[in-house]
């Protein structure tokens, strides 16, 4: 190393801190120099829309930067680049009344006017779809999408479910505002319940196109109930029969599902279960059972056997 840097410089290495000082300068030299000279270049840079925001509103997004090509000195467009003490170029859209369409010509002065120290060759850019709607409001219920949730087995929902606030204001396009349902169901992130849920759900519903919503958010309360089966084992009773008739089954097991906090209430000795024999059509099929009388706030219940046959002689 020694050998290559005096074969290099022809100075010894204790010269080392010397001639890299002279390099440093010579680097702050050239890049002051080149600073100095004009360049033509392509930069990406902000802009502003500007219209009575109070009024109207964009149906969709407007870009907040345009690519446009530029010539002047390089430290102007180091700034520029480097968006060090700028604005963004304000497109005033008043004077381009009646045009839903925005061409590179349309938006090339703005860019000059407001950008006096570089010279703006062109504005490199699609036509871009100013869309302005006059600015309106609609009031909207919250309602839960009770599809994108279930309860745990086990368990049931019991209604009604709370959304706190029940209602927000929407802000947005009259053309949109106009589509919005009066009601928005809101999706609950947790797909099984396996307890009470009570959270702030966001209210993001970027389906609807650019909106604006009073509230951010909307806290939903869900309660679940827990179940408890309860199995009673009832006599199979034969009515409306012609004479004596026997069955295979005498016995039929009823499984009752019913809030928990019923239990202690629930009156089961009126159920019953019986075969109707005037409905009965053919001897040698099974028979369904038919289950009478049950209880009222049962959830669900399943007997065992569904079916009988008549025992034959």
């Known amino acids: 190393m020694k050998q290559l840097f005096i074969r290099i410089f022809g100075k010894p290495p204790k010269e080392y801190p010397a001639i890299l000082v002279c390099l440093f300068m010579a680097g702050v030299i050239w890049f002051f120099n080149a600073m100095n000279k004009e360049y033509t270049t392509q930069i990406k840079y902000p802009v502003h829309f500007n219209f009575d925001e109070e009024r109207l509103t964009s149906v969709g997004e407007l870009p907040d930067k345009l690519k446009v090509n530029v010539t002047g000195q390089g430290w102007n467009l180091l700034k520029r680049s480097l968006?060090?003490?700028?604005?963004?170029?304000?497109?005033?859209?008043?004077?381009?009344?009646?045009?839903?369409?925005?061409?590179?010509?349309?938006?090339?002065?703005?860019f000059t006017a407001q950008m006096p120290e570089l010279k703006v060759n062109y504005v490199i850019s699609d036509s871009i779809l100013v869309n302005l709607n006059r600015l309106v409001t609609k009031r909207v219920q919250l309602i839960a999408d009770t599809s994108s949730f279930k309860a745990a087995a086990g368990y049931k929902i019991q209604y009604p479910i709370t959304l706190t606030p029940a209602y927000t204001e929407v802000s947005g396009a009259s053309s949109i505002i106009a589509k919005l349902p009066n009601s928005i169901k809101v999706t609950i992130p947790t797909n099984t319940l396996t307890g009470n849920f009570e959270e702030a759900v966001p209210l993001d519903f970027k389906e609807f196109g650019n909106l604006?919503?009073?509230?951010?958010?909307?806290?939903?309360?869900?309660?679940?109930?827990?179940?408890?089966?309860?199995?009673?084992?009832?006599?199979?009773?034969?009515?409306?029969?012609?004479?004596?008739?026997?069955?295979?089954?005498?016995?039929?097991?009823?499984?009752l599902i019913v809030p928990e906090e019923q239990v202690a209430t629930l009156k089961t000795d009126s159920i019953s279960v019986v075969v109707d024999m005037k409905e009965v059509t053919d001897l040698n099929k099974p028979i369904t059972l038919k289950v009478k009388n049950l209880p009222r706030g049962l959830e669900q219940y399943s007997i065992e056997p569904a079916t009988t046959n008549l025992e034959k002689e």
């Open 212 to 255: 604006k919503f009073k509230n951010k958010s909307v806290v939903v309360g869900i309660k679940l109930i827990k179940l408890k089966e309860i199995s009673v084992e009832v006599p199979i009773q034969v009515i409306n029969a012609k004479g004596e008739v026997k069955l295979s089954d005498s016995v039929a097991t009823i499984v």
């Open 83 to 110: 968006y060090y003490n700028v604005k963004p170029v304000e497109i005033r859209t008043a004077g381009f009344a009646g045009k839903r369409f925005l061409t590179s010509p349309d938006l090339l002065p703005s």
